[in-house]
């Protein structure tokens, strides 16, 4: 991390919002959306993010953690104050005493604390730590899972849960998309073997009806649990996405992503007569744009064991997930081209590649824009 202004290395401490980088030259600070959003009232940092993203006006500084130039971006009305915002780290650079001009966000509510004698708070506060021990004990949580309970839930379940999500427009062909999947795929549900029959890709007659099955596949799930984790990942990334290369493009890349990996699964999987369906091919793609195009977005993940009741939950960048999981990919790959394994990550893998070659041909039009 090194200063835009001073270019020397930024010196870290941890403040009750989280970790902050400050110049020791300059007193500028380096903050993540993600910890701006404890400190200062949540409208401003929203207009801020919309304001860097859409005005897109070029600032002579750097970013301190990528190197690249930094957008700039003005809040506030009766004391404006413009701030330099990278897009793809999310980090927001702050000159010495702009932050402390920024509107701070309200304290948490606490409700009020009886009045009690000295004797029965001390009992009292030592009742709540033996408590707390008591629970990472018994459920093994290093960290604190979050308040949310759906989001605590997620985790357990192997999910990843996004710690910030701006949005500038409504994502409305991401939720089409996944009401369209969940309607045909409930409806295959009554009678499973026949919508196989008729609207999954076999690879050896791929060519059906006019080789429309390798689009239809895309909405027939073997299961609830395959409908289930596909919608998740396409209402997680997809929403990102289609924020960032317009609703049009964002069907666009599903289509090419879907294509792609249906088009690698044919080539490769020894078995031309097994049946191949899901979305996962095309949300693949989504998935891979979305580690490009944001990479420093943070994504919380737990790891543990469910048999001994331990937890350790993580907060790691997008990139290091999505390349975690295309290792995965790999190992699944050669499973499946020695002709097993009922997961097609040929699929996966093709969804990837088409997502990789979007996000490569649209970025080098919006820099050239």
């Keep these: 991390m090194i200063c835009p202004r001073c270019q020397e290395p930024l010196m870290r401490y941890q403040s009750y919002a989280g970790l902050v980088w400050q110049c020791a030259r300059c007193g500028g600070r380096a903050v993540a959306l993600s910890v701006l959003r404890k400190a200062v009232e949540e409208h401003t940092v929203r207009t801020l993010w919309v304001a860097a993203t859409q005005g897109r006006v070029r600032s002579s500084l750097l970013c301190p953690s990528c190197r690249k130039p930094m957008s700039q971006a003005s809040v506030g009305v009766n004391l404006p104050v413009t701030v330099d915002v990278c897009e793809l780290c999310q980090f927001v650079w702050t000159d010495a005493g702009e932050l402390e001009q920024m509107p701070a966000a309200p304290p948490p509510v606490k ?38 309970p759906l989001q605590a839930a997620l985790l357990l379940l192997g999910l990843p849960v996004e710690e910030d999500n701006f949005l ?178 040929l699929a996966h893998l093709g969804g990837a590649l088409m997502g990789f070659a979007c996000w490569l041909l649209w970025r080098r039009e919006q820099q050239e824009l």
């Design 168 to 345: 500038q427009r409504q994502p409305y062909m991401t939720w089409i998309t996944a009401i369209t999947i969940t309607v045909i795929s409930i409806m295959a549900f009554f009678d499973l073997d026949r919508a196989i029959r008729v609207l999954a890709l076999v690879p050896a007659e791929w060519w059906r009806y006019g080789g429309i099955t390798l689009f239809t596949s895309f909405f027939v799930h073997g299961s609830i649990w395959h409908l289930l984790s596909n919608l998740y990942f396409l209402l997680v990334f997809g929403d990102n996405v289609e924020d960032r290369v317009g609703h049009g493009r964002f069907v666009l890349l599903l289509v090419l992503a879907t294509l792609a990996g249906n088009i690698l699964h044919i080539a490769f999987d020894p078995r031309p007569d097994v049946p191949c369906i899901g979305a996962s091919g095309g949300i693949s793609g989504v998935i891979v744009f979305y580690a490009l195009a944001f990479p420093y977005a943070r994504l919380q993940v737990a790891y543990g064991w469910w048999w001994a009741w331990r937890w350790w939950v993580f907060s790691i960048p997008a990139w290091v997930m999505a390349l975690l999981w295309l290792l995965l990919q790999q190992l699944g790959v050669m499973e499946q081209i020695s002709g097993f394994g009922g997961v097609s990550t």
């Design 111 to 148: 409700p009020p604390e009886p009045d009690l004698p000295p004797e029965a708070k001390e009992a009292l506060a030592m009742a709540k730590v033996e408590a707390l021990s008591k629970r990472a004990r018994e459920y093994g949580i290093e960290e604190d899972l979050p308040d949310n």
